[in-house]
């Protein structure tokens, strides 16, 4: 089954404890991003990943970091993680970008919160 | 800045009735995509438009892109209680390819 997986599901931290979510897909797509949903401001990209080796900022991409070493795989890292960074965070694959149907598919959503 | 702007926030329908939700943004962008977020759920790709003016259909759902590929909108014709959820309208800017740029979404109730 297509999927994109992500792990931990739902996370109670404290905060500067790193911490990292990790995120995989088995579709064999080129990329991957990861988008934080904070109510009433929709789904904001936070780092985003156009084939291994090569990630990019999104809109909010401080306080966070990324890594793709391995094409399935696209973790995000709080290095020191702040309550302003309490959010529901989903990890997205798609097999291209830009012109053409690029389905893009959702993991499940990680729930965090930083106390 | 928000990039790309939706409306409305929030659109409270009895069933049977017709829905819209608008997506304006302040540049050309290469492509529109539509999402749906179920009530506890992960967005869900419902389509994608690529060219100027163009219209699609997906059983009571009708996308269209606007002529200066600024605009979109997505209209629901007869709601039906799954239709509730969140839509959201996305897109690429192509001078930035791997940017994808949401709407903040249109929070949809249906009642029966």
């Known amino acids: 089954e297509a999927q994109v997986t992500q792990n931990p599901r739902y996370l109670i931290t404290v905060t500067g404890k790193k911490l990292t979510v990790t995120c995989s897909q088995n579709?064999?797509?080129?990329?991957m991003s990861w988008y934080r949903q904070d109510p009433g401001l929709g789904l904001r990209q936070i780092y985003y990943?156009?084939?291994?080796?090569?990630?990019d900022k999104g809109d909010v991409p401080e306080g966070y970091k990324v890594s793709r070493k391995e094409k399935r795989n696209f973790p995000l890292i709080l290095e020191s993680p702040s309550p302003n960074q309490t959010s529901l965070y989903f990890c997205?694959?798609?097999?291209?970008?830009?012109?053409?149907?690029?389905?893009?598919?959702f993991g499940p959503g990680t729930r965090l919160t930083v106390l | 800045g928000q990039q790309v702007m939706q409306i409305p926030q929030y659109q409270h329908v009895q069933e049977g009735e017709d829905f819209t939700t608008y997506c304006n943004s302040s540049?050309?962008?290469?492509?529109i995509q539509w999402y749906k977020q179920r009530p506890g759920g992960h967005p869900v790709f419902l389509i994608q438009?690529?060219?100027?003016?163009e219209v699609k259909k997906q059983k009571r759902l009708t996308f269209q892109f606007g002529e200066a590929k600024k605009n979109s909108s997505l209209h629901i014709t007869a709601t039906q209680t799954t239709d509730v959820g969140t839509y959201f309208c996305?897109?690429?800017?192509?001078?930035?390819?791997?940017?994808?740029?949401f709407g903040r979404g249109t929070q949809l109730t249906v009642w029966p």
């Open positions: 997205a694959s798609t097999d291209r970008v830009g012109v053409g149907t690029d389905t893009q598919y």
């Open positions: 579709m064999n797509h080129e990329y």
């Open positions: 990943s156009m084939n291994v080796e090569v990630t």
């Open positions: 540049t050309t962008l290469s492509n």
């Open positions: 438009l690529v060219k100027s003016g």
């Open positions: 996305a897109g690429h800017r192509g001078s930035t390819l791997g940017r994808l740029y």
